[in-house]
């Protein structure tokens, strides 16, 4: 049983356009979201969370988009840059900390 | 500060073969977390430890086994190398909410 599910294990993006990475969850427990981005050889680092109070929180080029009625959420990085070439990977938890639930994230290409 | 460090990053054992996968933080976090990454499968939970002196399994915990040494370290264990544990291995630490990643462990086992 899949709790958070990125469905599109691949994406490919022109330099400069926007990139909408997708992520749904079908527990209603979870409270908190997390993007970490992660490079080849090396471990995930966190990018961007958000509270399911928020609907939105913004850092930099970073954008993620929580719609709590759909159980979806969205990250929007503009303009991309080819260092965003990674895997992303959503994450929820539950009372805000303990365990996270990854989903089985997505690998973003951005072209020069 | 180093922050989460695990040792080694790379490992080839045979079938049945035992070894230990150490992890180490240094930011006084009390949780502490292994997962395993696979092609398609995203990072699943094998054993976490919310404190010293308690561990508890997650979601893939068959054929490990775990140790938290002290505040600082956790380590995870094959007692018996199977092909299916081929993966990449990850620690992780939090003082709750974010967790932390070490580089990963790339084990093969033929």
């Known amino acids: 049983d899949q709790q958070v599910k990125q469905n599109s294990p691949s994406l490919s993006v022109q330099e400069g356009r926007i990139s909408i990475l997708n992520c749904d969850y079908t527990?209603?427990?979870?409270?908190?979201f997390l993007w970490y981005k992660k490079y080849p050889a090396e471990g995930p680092t966190f990018l961007i969370s958000?509270?399911?109070?928020?609907d939105k929180n913004e850092d930099g080029r970073f954008t993620v988009f929580l719609n709590k009625s759909a159980k979806h959420l969205s990250l929007h990085i503009v303009p991309s840059q080819p260092g965003d070439s990674a895997v992303y990977f959503c994450?929820?938890?539950?009372?805000?900390?303990?365990?996270?639930?990854f989903g089985q994230g997505t690998e973003l290409s951005v072209k020069p | 500060n180093a922050g989460v460090t695990q040792t080694p990053k790379f490992q080839v054992l045979k079938t049945g073969q035992s070894m230990t996968l150490q992890c180490a933080q240094d930011m006084n976090h009390n949780s502490m977390y292994w997962y395993r990454q696979d092609p398609g499968m995203g990072l699943r939970l094998i054993y976490y430890?919310?404190?010293?002196?308690?561990?508890d399994k997650g979601e893939v915990p068959n054929g490990y086994n775990v140790s938290r040494l002290n505040k600082r370290e956790f380590s995870l264990r094959l007692e018996s190398a199977a092909p299916s544990q081929t993966s990449v291995y990850f620690c992780?630490?939090?003082?709750?909410?974010?967790?932390?990643f070490g580089p990963g462990t790339r084990l093969t086992v033929t």
């Open positions: 958000i509270s399911s109070i928020k």
């Open positions: 992780a630490s939090t003082p709750g909410g974010l967790q932390y």
């Open positions: 994450a929820a938890t539950y009372n805000q900390g303990g365990k996270l639930i």
């Open positions: 430890s919310a404190s010293e002196g308690t561990t």
């Open positions: 527990n209603s427990m979870f409270d908190y």
